[in-house]
């Protein structure tokens, strides 16, 4: 489903419907990729808001399980975490900093710099 992505990029997914906490959530989200833009990129994070209209991603397995929510998906293409709420943000990096290959790298680019 993320074969474009996968081994290249972490995903951060927002599923959602056009409630007025949903949209709200989206510009949120946007605001804060936005604002952490060096962050974003060194992490290899693309955002990706999926709404329940789009008929092509309903099916999909990984959102009929868990719903609408943030779903961060790692380099494996692997679900890393879930959470309904938007507090997943706060610790994004975080997350992704201790995960094993985003270790890897911090170190290589520790050796290279």
């Not at 992505?5 to 946007?30: A, F, P, T």
């Amino acid at each position: 489903m993320f074969d474009q992505y996968h081994w290249k990029y972490r995903l951060l997914i927002y599923y959602y419907n056009h409630s007025d906490i949903h949209n709200k959530n989206l510009k949120k989200v946007q605001e804060f990729i936005s604002k952490n833009k060096d962050a974003v990129n060194v992490r290899k994070i693309i955002f990706l808001p999926i709404n329940n209209i789009d008929s092509s991603w309903i099916l999909a397995d990984i959102f009929n399980k868990n719903g609408f929510g943030f779903y961060l998906i790692g380099l494996d293409g692997q679900v890393k975490k879930f959470s309904k709420e938007i507090i997943l943000l706060e610790d994004l990096f975080s997350i992704i900093d201790n995960m094993p290959m985003r270790k890897s790298e911090i170190k290589n680019n520790a050796i290279t710099q």
